[in-house]
């Protein structure tokens, strides 16, 4: 069995599917895709991606592309049931996060990050009041329970880590979200935890 995660390593997007993998344990050959001279745009990478984006996975050649479709089928396919409930209450909470990721967390700090760290034409003080606006739904969220869908760790954590826990580098910051920063920890103590490579700001790609 090969799984193989086609990836850019200062990709949010990328770094979830690579932290769940490396959470449930599972051998992954992680490659790099050059976003600077347009490999995701090249004939090659968009048969298996039509979209031209990262991530992509291949489990011993079945390709799913998408961040948190790749989440889904990870803890679908080797999780136990312990990132997906199978209910349907706890299967609902956390799609409720994965709609938060791909829109209110896309939108708000993944994109402010955009501006500093790779060059994006966006309106940073528009972006950096939404990020805040969500952190402190977020952080209301949070004072309830440890984790985002409940009392133990699901992909709705692991789609939500990347962008928050990489906010700073978009101007955003974590200080006022005593509760966020607890959740930050709590997830980077998990075993298997691997971070996503830290940058500086005005890197392009």
Known sequence: MAIRLYRHP????????Q???????????????DLK???HKQAGFLRLNSFGQVPVLDDDGLVVADSNAI??????????????????EGAARVQRWLSVAAGQIAS???????????GASHDADQ???RSHALLNVIDGELQEREFL?????TVADVAAYSYIAHAPEGNVALDAY?????????IEQLPGFVAMQPTRVGLAV
């Open 10 to 17: 200062l990709s949010g997007h990328s770094h979830r599917a």
């Open 19 to 33: 932290l769940l993998l490396a959470l449930i344990g599972l051998e992954t050959e992680l490659i790099d895709v």
């Open 37 to 39: 001279n347009s490999a």
């Open 71 to 88: 989440l889904v089928y990870i803890a679908k396919k080797y999780g136990g049931g312990e990132w997906l409930p199978d209910d349907p």
């Open 108 to 118: 708000g700090p993944a994109a402010a990050r955009l501006v500093t760290v790779f």
């Open 127 to 129: 972006l950096i009041a």
């Open 149 to 153: 869908a409940g009392d133990r760790p």
């Open 178 to 186: 005593a509760n966020v920063i607890v959740w930050l920890a709590r």
